[in-house]
T-cell receptor, first 116, second 113 residues
Framework: ETGVTQTPRHLVMGMTNKKSLKCEQH?????MYWYKQSAKKPLELMFV???????ENNSVPSRFSPECPNSSHLFLHLHTLQPEDSALYLC???????????????FGPGTRLLVL | KNEVEQSPQNLTAQEGEFITINCSYS?????LHWLQQHPGGGIVSLFM???GKKKHGRLIATINIQEKHSSLHITASHPRDSAVYIC???????????????FGQGTILTVHP
């Protein structure tokens, strides 16, 4: 058990739907991340939040909208997605130390998203 | 070309064999990570290293900073080691964001009984 939970685990949505992915970490970390894993491609970083502030947006389309209300919770709001957005979406968290770039990240189980 | 390259992409072994997975990267880094992903998606961090060698059980990770190369070794492999092994680097030149990881494409390992 990783201490990072994600819901839902599976999601099927149409291109006109609006849905949200939720991530919660119980590890007392201050940094949280969203990653996308598409078939046959490396994991891609989407967003980084450090102490609730977004510090990285890796050129993610605006149909993906993150929200970090506190250090324990991270959301990814989805709107007007495309079939090519079908992928495994992984959340991770880590301890945030000023200036540190190499903290171990702890991953959630992921949400497998299918866009029809 | 990906900044992080792993080899081989697929690896099949018999139980008990010694296994090596390689990772090469193209620019300076702060740290290199080895991750394990089981079917179903969950990812576990195995090692984070910036120099030398680390060992945990049957797993050994080494890194050569000058050659920009790391290896993950599994001794006495077992079917439960079957998973995708992913190399990732942090602190790539130009990457100023905290904790930004760049990933290799992964190595699919299958260990047969």
């Amino acid at each position: 058990e990783t201490g990072v939970t994600q819901t839902p685990r599976h999601l099927v949505m149409g291109m006109t739907n609006k849905k949200s992915l939720k991530c919660e970490q119980h590890l007392g970390h201050n940094a949280m991340y969203w990653y996308k894993q598409s078939a046959k491609k490396p994991l891609e970083l989407m967003f980084v939040y450090n102490f609730k502030e977004q510090t990285e947006n890796n050129s993610v389309p605006s149909r993906f909208s993150p929200e970090c209300p506190n250090s324990s919770h991270l959301f990814l709001h989805l709107h007007t997605l495309q079939p090519e957005d079908s992928a495994l979406y992984l959340c991770a968290s880590s301890q945030a130390l000023a200036g540190a770039l190499q903290e171990t990240q702890y991953f959630g189980p992921g949400t497998r998203l299918l866009v029809l | 070309k990906n900044e992080v390259e792993q080899s081989p992409q697929n690896l099949t072994a018999q139980e008990g064999e010694f296994i090596t997975i390689n990772c090469s990267y193209s620019v300076g880094i702060s740290a290199l990570h080895w991750l394990q992903q089981h079917p179903g998606g969950g990812i576990v961090s195995l090692f984070m290293l910036s120099s030398g060698k680390k060992k945990h059980g049957r797993l050994i990770a080494t890194i050569n900073i000058q050659e920009k190369h790391s290896s993950l070794h599994i001794t006495a492999s077992h079917p439960r080691d079957s998973a995708v092994y992913i190399c990732a680097v942090s602190g790539l030149a130009g990457g100023t964001s905290y904790g930004k990881l760049t990933f290799g494409q992964g190595t699919i390992l299958t260990v047969h009984p």
